[in-house]
């Protein structure tokens, strides 16, 4: 998914050290007492101040924070809570899992990882629980929404008013990248890229609620910095702009789609789509456009990589589609699934190649494979998403 790079391994949870998931953080914190509440991001991070400003997402109240990078170096300050409870967050639960581990082996014994982190936490706070937003503090002056939250937000605001800061080319669909392209946009949203967003301030009204999106949600920062620079108020963001919008479940496709214009011509499966797909039984062709190598687990340079294969896929790698398409010819009126490591424009390139050659029902794990093991490590109710991905190494698992 658009928000999975650090890759920790999960073999070590609930056996080296506790996971709580986000249903559970407000009772758990209520319980710390004299515990620890640390954050392991970057101080940039943890104070809303990253150059990387779609990583300025807000933290937990009373949250303590020494960077995964230099907690080696500066575990005298925790110290005095070696015997007590140690809760660790970052932006993914990745970092935060290395950490914990790593606490276990100084000798610490009571420590709980956050599963999904502070992504996931904002993924859920405005839907979720009252208890949750109580807990969230932020520098930032603007509001994080969830794609199911912009949905809502769409839905129910009269006054709404859309700015797409993207390039008019991506706006419009028409980049060299069809990953980009698939993306598409908010329909009634205004198209002001964020080069030339200061030159348009004077036709952005000032009486409205302002929407903001963008590829992944960084732009969007630095667009609502120069509203709010410019005196604007009561502006939201799509948390990690429109990768977000299209990983989004198809729960809410018949919403999205009265909203959403400009789609491509294939499907988009988010993986708990995929997963409702799986457990109907239904005969598909699963597509994996990865290299062989990956496939096979062979990747010597990116070793990362080497995370199995979705169970029964067929793997052609992309850029050997076109000249193997004849064998997937007896496919073209049958479902097609396609999937790359995570939200990789290959897998979009593919789809568009299939659908180009007259395959009917393709469709696209928008966010990957990975994306598949990380939400059932994470996500409360979604264990069973971690048996479709086979063949993982055991020093990857």
């Known amino acids: 998914m658009y928000w999975i790079f650090a890759l920790a391994q999960f073999k070590n949870d609930n056996l080296v050290f506790k996971t709580i998931y986000l249903e559970e953080l407000c009772n758990f914190i209520h319980r710390l007492g004299d515990g620890l509440l640390l954050d392991v991001r970057t101080p940039g ?11 300025n997402i ?5 949250a303590m924070n020494i960077s995964s990078r230099e907690i080696n170096k500066r575990l005298s300050e925790i110290k005095d809570y070696q015997n007590k409870p140690v809760l660790l967050i970052c932006s993914h639960s990745q970092r935060s899992r290395v950490v914990a581990k790593m606490l276990v082996d100084s000798g610490f014994t009571d420590v709980t990882n956050v599963n999904g982190g502070l992504t996931e936490f904002n993924m859920q706070r405005s839907a979720q629980s009252a208890c949750l937003n109580e807990l969230y503090e932020t520098g930032n002056q603007f509001n994080l929404l969830s794609p199911a939250e912009t949905f809502r937000l769409i839905l129910n605001t009269k006054d709404l008013y859309i700015i797409d800061v993207r390039a008019d080319s991506a706006f419009q669909g028409k980049t060299s990248s069809l990953l980009i392209n698939a993306y ?3 329909k009634n949203a205004v198209n002001y890229p964020l080069e030339s ?24 920062y630095q667009a609502a910095q120069t509203l709010l620079d410019n005196g604007f108020t009561g502006i939201h963001i799509l948390f990690y702009g429109l990768d977000a919008w299209i990983s989004e479940s198809e729960n809410d ?13 294939y499907g988009l499966l988010s993986s708990l789509d995929f997963h409702r797909k799986m457990q109907e039984g239904n005969k598909v062709l699963i597509l994996d456009i990865r290299s062989n190598t990956d496939f096979t687990n062979q990747n010597k340079e990116q070793p990362f990589r080497n995370r199995g294969h979705i169970k029964e896929a067929v793997n052609i790698p992309e850029n050997e589609l076109k000249a193997r398409i004849s064998e997937l010819m007896k496919y073209r009126k049958k479902n097609i699934v396609v999937y790359a490591f995570s939200g990789n424009l290959e897998a ?12 009917k029902k393709v469709k696209v794990l928008s966010s990957g494979m990975y ?6 490590a994470n996500i409360y109710g979604m264990k069973d998403l971690m048996n479709w991905v086979v063949d993982v190494p055991v020093e990857n698992y």
């Open 253 to 265: 496709l018949r919403i999205r789609e009265s909203i959403w214009e400009n789609r491509p011509d």
């Open 348 to 359: 979009f390139a593919a789809a568009e190649r299939l659908v180009s050659h007259g395959f």
């Open 371 to 376: 994306d598949l093991r990380w939400r059932a």
């Open 45 to 55: 991070e943890f104070n809303d101040t990253s150059m990387y400003s779609g990583l």
């Open 184 to 186: 598409g946009h908010l």
């Open 58 to 62: 807000g933290r937990l109240k009373g």
């Open 197 to 220: 967003l200061k030159e348009n301030l004077g036709k952005i009204p000032r009486d409205k609620t302002l929407l903001i999106v963008d590829n992944y949600g960084d732009d969007s």
